[in-house]
């Protein structure tokens, strides 16, 4: 039978997908105006700017960044400053909780989009984010159910199926309003779609608190009455010459306590589990016995009660002295020892899975956290912590591109990780960095604080988005010379590097991002009027101390040096017009 070759992909589609969406920003008002839409190569989305620095806040030397603009933009700039960066240096950790396209007006941002602009936005921003993840970060994306199917196609398009990871359900209440339409059902969970750009890549292993369950309950329905007192009964040492001592308990005694018609005494069962909470034990058979452990429990009687005290090989114990009950040959195992008591609850730890209920990330409280007033947008500290925890280590970075109210970069900054959060408008001045200012000194003990114990510590960076290096099909000379220099540099993947002997000609020095001894130079200023032959040849000399391999001279003058005298590692290229072509705008 022949083979049959079948062709296609499944993919999402909508009105416009081929275009971008350009958002003319009100200052005033901190939004987007009414979208427009643009070629994906519009110069509007698709150009680099300079990040234009602003002040320092604490800590100096932090790498922390705040940055005010439009998150397009900024992105398009953030993507080519990570080039060449090494793959500890990007970003390991992206959490974004975008708008969810419920349709309604909220104080700080227009939340009603036409569908086919929600999934433009979104897949633009999506499709920057992965740039500027390290290899084996991950994306965590928080939506709701209105996009959440159709969010989940674009990530699988961008990341790939295999780029997923897993989707968490909280429960973020325990009712709200009725839905709409034919729906009856109350809509109470929201989701957080984590994926990543390299399937081998793992979480990290995170376990968790769980009400206990009625199971555990039956099984935990011995008590300890009494300890008595310690004698030893053998003395040895391991193969590693570390002691084990066996003490035999005199005068212990247990006891059980009965189950009995459990449904209709579940609640009176329940309080006396919680007033014995640190003396609930339940007897483990040992069905597979260590050679350690046959070797310990070969003398062991059935009616007594032993302790080994001894230094673990491997485990979560490993290396430190640890104690184990044994009643006869049974483990006496304490509830204590994997449960905790709390407000009336006892809850055990086990491993994490992707359903995380109001009980253990609650949102009572969240209005207050960070003191600042985000209503219906703000999500709770514990929850964000939990994200991170799982996608990053201390010190790597955790980026949010919707950062509202700051609680990304705050939850980062208390767990010790490196953070860049972007916002437009008038949340940036009025929210964050209030936010952020207590948090360095200390002051903020909302959320998470206390849990790490926060002291403050720390600082970062404010940066607005520049401004463009084009207007009117000419450069835009309402930049500084400097700032006009970074921008063309940025747009070729340059990086500008300390040269004070050319700034003294108006003209500044770059450095290509992935090529070592790449070299670039910006002329930007009307005040040469010409590149002369006795100017490159200084140019050239200065730059051979370096080693290069390579110069490339963007220039807005005319240029004197003749053709054949230019070395042949030189290439000069005109500004604007080596820019404009790259938006088709020549």
């Known amino acids: 039978m022949q083979k049959r070759n079948y062709k296609g992909s499944l993919r999402l589609d909508w009105i416009n997908k081929g275009l971008s969406l350009y958002y003319e920003i009100d200052e005033k008002e901190g939004k987007g105006v009414r979208p427009v839409w643009v070629s994906k190569n519009d110069i509007r989305v698709a150009e680099p700017r300079i990040l234009r620095f602003v002040k320092d806040y604490g800590d100096k030397t932090s790498d922390n960044m705040l940055i005010k603009g439009d998150n397009l933009l900024v992105l398009r700039s953030l993507v080519e400053m990570f080039k060449g960066r090494p793959n500890k240096e990007k970003v390991k950790c992206i959490y974004i909780d975008p708008p969810f396209n419920t349709g309604n007006a909220f104080k700080y941002y227009d939340d009603n989009l036409q569908h086919s602009e929600w999934l433009t936005m979104m897949r633009d921003r999506l499709w920057l984010l992965k740039k500027i993840l390290r290899k084996g970060g991950f994306l965590a994306v928080h939506i709701n159910n209105d996009e959440m199917p159709y969010l989940r196609v674009i990530l699988d398009e961008i990341f790939s199926r295999e780029g997923y990871v897993t989707q968490i359900c909280w429960e973020r209440s325990q009712r709200t309003a009725l839905g709409q339409g034919a729906s009856s059902i109350n809509d109470t969970v929201e989701y957080v779609l984590i994926y990543t750009n390299d399937p081998l890549a793992k979480l990290n292993k995170l376990q968790k608190f769980y009400e206990i369950e009625e199971r555990t309950i039956r099984q935990y329905s011995k008590r300890i009455v009494s300890f008595g007192k310690r004698k030893i009964f053998k003395e040895s040492k391991d193969s590693d010459g570390n002691p084990i001592t066996i003490f035999e308990l005199e005068e212990f005694k247990i006891k059980s306590v009965s189950m009995r018609d459990f449904e209709k005494r579940y609640v009176e069962i329940y309080k006396e589990l919680l007033d ?32 080994v005290e001894y230094i673990p090989k491997r485990g979560k114990n490993k290396g430190k002295k640890t104690e184990v009950f044994y009643h006869g040959k049974d483990v006496v195992l304490f509830l204590k020892n994997y449960a905790r008591k709390e407000q009336g609850v006892i809850w055990k730890l086990d491993d994490m899975n992707n359903f995380w209920t109001r009980k253990e ?72 960095i209030p936010r952020m200012q207590r948090v360095i000194t200390g002051k903020d003990q909302t959320g998470i604080s206390k849990d790490v ?134």
């Open 453 to 586: 114990n926060w002291q403050g510590g720390g600082g970062f960076k404010y940066y607005q988005l520049g401004e463009s290096v084009i207007y009117e099909q000419d450069m835009n000379w309402k930049l500084k010379a400097e700032e006009m220099a970074e921008a063309v540099f940025l747009h070729f993947q340059y990086r500008p590097t300390d040269a004070k002997w050319l700034e003294k000609e108006s003209m500044y020095l770059g450095r290509h991002q992935s090529a070592r001894y790449h070299f670039a130079i910006s002329f930007a200023s009307r005040e040469i009027k010409t590149l002369t032959a006795d100017l490159y040849e200084k140019i050239v000399a200065e730059l051979e101390r370096e080693k290069f391999k390579h110069l490339t001279i963007f220039t807005n003058v005319a240029v004197s040096v003749p053709p054949e005298s230019l070395n042949d590692r030189v290439l000069v290229k005109k500004i604007p017009a080596a820019i404009l072509r790259e938006y088709n705008l020549l």
């Open 276 to 307: 014995n909470f640190d003396s609930a034990v339940r007897l483990s058979n040992q069905q597979k016995e260590s050679t350690f452990q046959q070797k310990v429990l070969s003398d062991f009687k059935a009616n007594k009660t032993y302790v």
């Open 361 to 432: 990330i609650s949102m009572a409280g969240v209005a207050s956290e960070g003191k600042v007033d985000f209503r219906r947008s703000k999500k709770p500290e514990k929850l964000i912590q939990r994200v991170i925890e799982l996608c990053s280590g201390e010190n790597d970075f955790v980026f949010d591109s919707f950062a509202g109210s700051g609680t990304t970069g705050a939850v980062a900054h208390k767990m010790n990780r490196r953070w860049i959060m972007v916002e437009f408008g008038r949340n940036a001045d009025e929210l964050i």
